[in-house]
T-cell receptor
Framework: AQKITQTQPGMFVQEKEAVTLDCTYD???????LFWYKQPSSGEMIFLIY??????QNATEGRYSLNFQKARKSANLVISASQLGDSAMYFC????????????FGKGTKLSVIP | DSGVTQTPKHLITATGQRVTLRCSPR?????VYWYQQSLDQGLQFLIQ???????AKGNILERFSAQQFPDLHSELNLSSLELGDSALYFC?????????????FGSGTRLTVV
């Protein structure tokens, strides 16, 4: 069974600083995908970034980058230059091997950006 | 606006009742996924439909059922409701049966069972 672990229930970061949100995963599949989603207090789920297990380079999307360490089974999200609007819950998720369409989510990390 | 429409946004109902949650996928998307987000269980996959057919099933209770109609909208039916069914129910959609990038989520339906 697949499992996603986010060990930081809550994090604080100063505005304009960088922050890393941790995510480790467990799977026996060779092909899988890793995702990060943001959930503001309004409740919607916003896709941030994707990393495929065979991608050689770490994914980047604007201020978001994914630090993918396959051997350690970690997929940490790095947010650079934090903004007040980054305050939200952040979820790491995994799509298991080819042919599976469901995402397994971690419990989430609540990020608070301090002015 | 994500393009995935869920109605209603909020629903309050009593135990034992039945409700229907509706989802219209993003234009062109053939797959619809339902997820439940509760405080104790987190985000859990319930079920997926692709072009009208059930494609995958997750932790969906027998009291819950879903379907996808020819116009691709989907409904999630929850019956014999219990207090523990109170949660945020998300619908998401994607183009194909498989995807390499995140689905598009709707804004959710918040169900409160009293």
């Amino acid at each position: 069974a697949q499992k996603i672990t986010q060990t930081q229930p809550g994090m604080f970061v100063q505005e304009k600083e960088a922050v890393t949100l941790d995510c480790t995963y467990d799977t026996s599949d060779q092909s899988y995908g890793l995702f990060w989603y943001k959930q503001p207090s309004s409740g919607e789920m916003i896709f941030l970034i994707y990393q495929g297990s065979y991608d050689e380079q770490n994914a980047t999307e604007g201020r978001y980058s994914l630090n993918f360490q396959k051997a350690r089974k970690s997929a940490n999200l790095v947010i650079s230059a934090s903004q007040l609007g980054d305050s939200a819950m952040y979820f790491c998720a995994m799509r298991p091997g080819a042919g599976s369409y469901q995402l397994t989510f971690g419990k989430g990390t609540k990020l608070s950006v301090i002015p | 606006d994500s393009g995935v429409t869920q109605t209603p946004k909020h629903l309050i109902t009593a135990t034992g009742q039945r409700v229907t949650l509706r989802c219209s996928p993003r234009s062109g998307d053939l797959s619809v996924y339902w997820y439940q987000q509760s405080l104790d269980q987190g985000l859990q996959f319930l079920i997926q439909y692709y072009n009208g057919e059930e494609r995958a099933k997750g932790n969906i209770l027998e009291r819950f059922s879903a379907q996808q109609f020819p116009d691709l909208h989907s409904e999630l039916n929850l019956s014999s409701l219990e207090l523990g069914d109170s949660a945020l129910y998300f619908c998401a959609s994607s183009v194909g049966r498989d995807f390499n990038y995140g689905y598009t989520f709707g804004s959710g339906t918040r169900l409160t069972v009293v």
